[in-house]
């Protein structure tokens, strides 16, 4: 049997923001009194986790006095020196300040998104004094209620400003920075723009620095649009750009849940273990998921371990899943190559076009081939229901 506890190399984090959340929710006040950062620290430690990060309110907050923030970022490291906790991530808060109402790097007024960047470069610049190598971009309030109040292009160009310029930033300041887009679908905006993974990398290659900037996928944020996670998260690893990941759960077509992950759809998480660790991701793993509103702060720790410990559960299942005999057999024969089209994989030349325009195909053979799919899968779903 295997230990479930949580160690450094799992690069297990939590933002300061969840298991801080304190429970209020559109309709409902609190249920939590609020924690301090150093508390929180202390707290993350005691459960196992190896990092934390922050928006920059989430440590200092918004109308804080200079003196004020050095005293709160003094604490701050004071509490990660007590614990070894490390922030590999840091991000800035864009949304919650009437300010962005109308967006931050894409709201229609011009002072908002001047603001916008000078806030960002300062959060940055709070971000890498803590350690911070990944830098979050989630554009929760770049958007629109209604789609006559801004032009969509407009928008799309102030976005790829706000980034070149803060690009140039990293660079000039010579920071060992990198960017990560998390999208999202909707909630607080109507439509939010970057909505998917798939648009956030297309997105990347028109910005000047595209090296410098990857995604952030959630699990939550890609089931809202009803979308497999596993194959976004595989499209931006494919191009070199899974550069950080938020974990949590939620059901497909509801408000963002933000729930403990693996706790609601287990099936998908473990398909999303299996590839994370398959391919060797060697990112943090970044729980961005609160307890339930009813939760004290005992159960919050409980919270916070079940995500570990169920990513840990998870891995245990893919290496059972990659050793189990039957299962190997039947992918060995549902996945067998051809030697004698193995020519096509180094792509297109005339040889390889006459040869393939020769070949007699017996289409109705290819239609009769077995596959045994629901036999596989029942294997999987035994094997993660623990009777194999
Ligand atoms: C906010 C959002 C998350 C983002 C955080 C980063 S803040 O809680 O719901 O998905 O990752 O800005
Ligand atoms: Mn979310
Ligand atoms: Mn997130």
């Keep these: 049997m295997s230990n479930y506890d949580p160690k450094p190399e799992d690069k297990f984090t939590f933002g300061l923001w969840t298991v801080g959340n304190v429970g209020g929710d559109p309709f409902g006040h609190a249920t939590r009194n609020p924690i301090s950062p150093p508390e929180i620290v202390h707290m993350l430690a005691e459960v196992g986790a190896w990092g934390v990060n922050f928006h920059d309110n989430d440590l200092v907050p918004i109308d804080a006095t200079p003196a004020e923030r050095d005293q709160i970022v003094s604490d701050f490291k004071k509490a990660l ?7 590999p991530m840091a991000t800035t808060d864009l949304f919650k300040d009437p300010a962005f109402k109308d967006g931050a790097f ?53 976005f790829q400003d706000a980034l070149n310029f803060l690009s140039e930033y990293v660079i000039d300041q010579g920071y060992d920075l990198k960017f990560a887009i998390e999208p999202k679908p909707n909630e607080p905006r109507s439509n939010i723009f970057l909505p998917t ?37 595989a499209m ?19 408000y963002d849940q933000d729930f403990r992950f693996g706790s609601v759809m287990p099936k998908q998480a473990f398909y999303l273990v299996k590839f994370l660790e398959d391919v060797g991701y060697d990112g943090s793993r970044h729980f961005d998921a609160h307890a339930f509103r009813s939760s004290n702060y005992g159960d919050v720790k409980y919270f916070a371990r ?34 004698s089209l193995a020519y096509l994989s180094s792509g297109y030349s005339a ?38």
């Design 81 to 87: 020196d007590e614990t070894g906790l490390v922030v």
């Design 106 to 158: 894409t709201s229609n007024d011009p002072k908002v998104r001047a603001y916008a960047l000078q806030k960002t470069i300062n959060a940055i610049d709070l971000g890498v004094e803590l350690g911070a190598t990944t830098y979050v971009f989630w554009g929760g309030r770049e958007g629109v209620e209604t789609d006559s109040s801004k032009k969509t292009l407009d928008a799309i160009k102030w």
């Design 197 to 233: 993974v798939g648009e956030a990398l297309g997105f990347i290659g028109t910005l000047d620095h595209p090296e410098m900037v990857g995604v952030n996928p959630e699990v939550a944020h890609e089931h809202m649009s009803g979308l497999n996670f596993l194959h976004g998260v």
């Design 236 to 254: 931006a690893y494919s191009q070199g750009k899974l550069f950080h990941i938020d974990l949590n759960d939620q059901l497909y077509g509801r």
């Design 306 to 339: 079940g995500c570990m410990r169920t990513y840990l559960i998870l891995k245990e299942k893919a290496a059972q899943f990659n050793q189990d005999a039957e299962i190997q057999a039947l992918l060995a024969e549902i996945q067998a190559g051809d030697e």
């Design 351 to 388: 040889d390889a076009l006459s040869k393939l325009r020769a070949t007699e195909f017996d289409r109705a053979a290819l239609g009769a081939r077995d596959l045994p799919y629901e036999q596989l899968d029942q294997l999987t779903i035994e094997l993660l229901m623990g009777v194999r």
